[in-house]
């Protein structure tokens, strides 16, 4: 049996997640921000933008100084990122 903690844990995931789902909602989240392709697959969590894979990939090379890249399906996102990337 899950304990409180570890309910609170996938309590706060999946709020996090449906935040996620709104985000991608919005007209300006369903392009790449960079190049304009549309469906993002990625974002940067710290630049607060979604990204196609091919900018994303090119975020990457700039380093984690300057863009934090993340997977909007692989990744688990936390609360920082999501208001990040309001």
Known sequence: MPSDSEKSKRRREEQNLR???????????RHCADCGDPAPQWASVNIGCFLCQRCAGMHRQLGTHISRVKSITLDTWTEEWLEAST
Not at 20 to 28: A, F, M, Q, S, V
């Open 19 to 29: 935040a996620l789902r709104d985000l991608l909602d919005l007209p300006e989240n």
